[in-house]
């Protein structure tokens, strides 16, 4: 199976694929890059728990519990 991307430029050109690909009965699953905004605030949370981490304040889990959690 192959995995195709479509990059619209806008939404009626999404709609318009996603219409096609019901018509035809493809399965299609929307992925929705994440903003700016989005980025920046998880790389700040990211960087508030190192700082904590290496404050003392903060335990980590490793690498065999966050694997044991999946």
Known sequence: METIIAKPRSKSESKAILDFLKRIKVK??????????EILKSIEQGAKE?????????????AKKLLNEL
């Open 28 to 37: 299609a699953d929307i992925y929705k890059e994440p903003s700016k905004k």
């Open 50 to 62: 190192a700082s904590l981490y290496l404050k003392g304040e903060l335990r980590l889990n490793d």
